[in-house]
């Protein structure tokens, strides 16, 4: 079997582990009640680039790239507050949209276009709305409607600081995380 020339990968910030913990075990609350179990196929996480297609054997430029832009940024402070959803088959936690946050994704989202020509077609008409899927795809219109009252009002409150940019990649089965490229360190 031949290895494929290109894989899927996509640039996230992965909460602290007790944060991850926090919200897998919502995303198991979705699995056994809602039959949702699409969004424990990769870490917790808030996307900055969503997925794209790389040639394998170009991978250490995407790295070395992603190193200097990471090198380039400040630690980012994230609040995550309750919960949205998007329509009807989407449920996430709620990350506010402050000024650092917001300011790192197009920083990136630019970097990656002007340096590597990765773009996302999609993204010209849905403007970045930060946030971390709990469930998706599978979640039919039915179990969303019965589980959106639930979560809707559901009080959830978490603040810190993520200190690198996490590339992640499908492995056929899952996402999982390749490497992570810490941002500079001030003081």
């Not at 290109?6 to 910030?13: C, D, K, M, S, V």
């Not at 919502?26 to 990769?42: D, G, L, N, P, V």
């Not at 990471?70 to 009807?88: E, H, N, R, T, W």
């Amino acid at each position: 079997m031949k290895p494929k020339k290109t894989q899927l990968f996509f640039i996230a910030l992965l909460p602290p582990v007790e944060v991850q913990e926090v919200a897998n075990g919502i995303k198991e609350q979705f699995a056994q009640f809602y039959q949702s179990s699409a969004a424990q196929k990769s870490p917790p996480h808030i996307t900055l680039q969503p997925p794209f297609r790389w040639k394998v054997i170009e991978l250490p430029l995407l790295q070395e790239n992603l190193q200097k832009f990471a090198m380039s940024q400040s630690a980012v402070p994230i609040i995550l507050d309750g919960f949205g959803a998007f329509k009807s088959r989407v449920i996430y936690i709620n990350v506010l949209q402050t000024p650092e946050l917001m300011s790192l994704q197009t920083e990136l989202i630019t970097m990656l276009k002007l340096s590597l020509n990765i773009q996302d077609k999609l993204a010209k008409n849905n403007p970045f709305s930060p946030h971390i899927t709990v469930a998706f795809r599978d979640l039919t219109k039915e179990n969303f409607q019965r589980a959106w009252p639930e979560f809707q009002w559901q009080q959830l409150h978490f603040e810190f600081t993520v200190p690198q940019l996490t590339l992640l990649n499908h492995n056929g089965k899952f996402w999982e995380v390749i490497q992570e490229f810490n941002f500079q360190v001030i003081g």
